[in-house]
């Protein structure tokens, strides 16, 4: 690994990313070393409060490693490892868009295989353990049996918590402009808010309704049958019969206390799905946890100032603070098309850290982000970049200043040769309460990374 020799040096033995009282001994994970000459200095995450990371870099950089490293602080058994000193645990839900986190089940133990060698030699050399983490897995359910070997539970939505604007992406319409988008949107607010008629009886409305709801409305109501011409009934009523035999949406899905636990890692496995469902999960996941969040907070400081505890909606389970976590974000939020999952993370990132959660994502094309939630990021995580448009998006946009000089074998280096001279598991790392930036070499995984 490189060494730079950098200017103003850092004193001191650690640095915590993130610290904002100095005085303070916060919550912390290793995630760490400084990449630069001088002494031995360990680097920390601070985790006790919320967090917008946003980590970047070329394919093979090492940015999906470093996601799991981080991750992997988050959710160590014991309160106090080599790795991880945290008193308060949150819960981490990690979108798995490529599928190879699915092995952090399994601690880096001593074996003939040559993939794990290299891996123990690296904790060895920083003293590291193996240790065990506390994962569950999750996979949408689909037609047929699944082929994992990792013997996953079973994911399903709850189809009451698809908006219309969430179908109209699905069946690929808008439902303000589209005939069969407008079609949809009337059916779908008859079902849920106004209630709907056929020759014999009245159906009362209902926010906890099925797809099947959807389409007997759509056969039946006298209304609709009126104003809207059969070809445009029967091509809607073909796509919503094919999303009707998709096991993924349920009448009631998989609950959000199921997936969120202190001090649980869940990996929910997206790699075999279409783009589409990928996105409709994630948006439906995001808006399930920020509106559980906004209420917990609430009760929380309720509590608090008040002592109150009596009344009955402090009996409901609530999820506890958490880390939303997407690997390879440019799978789940393309940029060439609007969709429900990119305005909810603007959400999420602008008003989450008052609610509990904290978000980190990884892509390959930092430019190809929304600018919106790049603002929100404290914490930038920056591994090799070659393109020059990516380069420069993120030089104007660090948290940080830059290092007054940057050297590598005796030749000064301007921003973007240093990003391009990285090796992999290096990154420059960038953060709201440091006086510069840092060079740092990535903490070797303490379990099985699938990126190979």
Not at 67 to 93: D, F, R
Not at 172 to 200: A, F, M, P
Not at 260 to 279: A, F, M, N, Q
């Amino acid at each position: 690994m490189k060494k730079f020799t950098v200017k103003p040096k850092f004193i001191g033995r650690e640095i915590i990313v993130g610290l904002q009282d100095e005085k303070s001994y916060p919550d912390r994970i290793l995630i760490g070393r400084l990449a630069e000459i001088g002494s031995v200095v360990s680097v920390f995450l601070e985790v006790a409060s919320e967090h917008v990371v946003a980590i970047f870099g070329k394919r093979g950089s090492g940015k999906s490693y470093t996601l799991g490293s981080i991750v992997e602080g988050l959710s160590t058994k014991s309160e106090k490892t080599a790795i991880s000193m945290i008193s308060k645990k949150k819960a981490v839900l990690l979108f798995d868009t490529l599928g190879i986190y699915q092995w952090m089940r399994f601690p880096i133990k001593e074996s003939s295989s040559e993939i794990i060698k290299s891996p123990i030699s690296l904790q060895k050399r920083w003293n590291l353990q193996p240790e065990s983490l506390d994962v569950l897995l999750f996979e949408p359910k689909q037609n047929g049996t699944s082929l994992s070997l990792s013997n996953p539970a079973l994911f399903t939505l709850n189809t009451s918590d698809l908006s219309a604007s969430d179908w109209g992406y699905l069946l690929g319409v808008d439902i303000y402009s589209d005939r069969i988008g407008q079609l949809l949107n009337e059916v779908y607010i008859k079902v849920t808010q106004e209630g709907w008629r056929d020759e014999k009886r009245h159906f009362s409305p209902s926010q906890s309704y099925s797809i099947e709801d959807l389409i007997n409305c759509l056969k039946s109501d006298s209304e609709i049958s009126q104003i809207y011409h059969s070809e445009t009934r029967r091509a809607l009523l073909q796509q919503l019969l094919t999303f009707s035999h998709n096991p993924l949406f349920q009448k009631e899905g998989t609950k959000l206390e199921e997936l969120l636990k202190p001090g649980y890692l869940s990996i929910l496995l997206l790699h075999k799905i279409p783009d589409d469902l990928r996105l409709i999960i994630a948006s439906s996941l995001i808006k399930k946890i920020i509106e559980n969040r906004i209420q917990a907070s609430e009760i929380e400081k309720h509590k608090l100032i008040t002592g109150e505890a009596k009344h009955s909606i402090f009996n409901k389970s609530y999820i506890p603070p958490c880390w939303v976590v997407i690997d390879e974000a440019q799978n789940i939020l393309p940029a060439e098309r609007k969709n429900p999952a990119g305005e909810l993370l603007v959400k999420l990132v602008r008003e989450g850290r008052n609610f509990g959660i904290s978000f980190m994502l990884t892509t390959q094309q930092p430019s190809a982000i929304d600018s919106r939630i790049l603002a929100q990021v404290d914490t930038m995580i920056i591994h090799r970049l070659t393109v020059q448009q990516d380069i420069e998006y993120v030089k104007r946009n660090l948290k940080s200043a830059l290092p007054d000089k940057i050297k590598y074998s005796g030749r000064n280096l301007a921003f973007d040769e240093s990003l391009r001279s990285l090796d992999v598991g290096q990154a420059l790392v960038s953060n709201t309460e440091l006086d510069r930036a840092f060079f740092m070499d990535v903490r070797p995984r303490i379990t099985t990374h699938g990126g190979f």
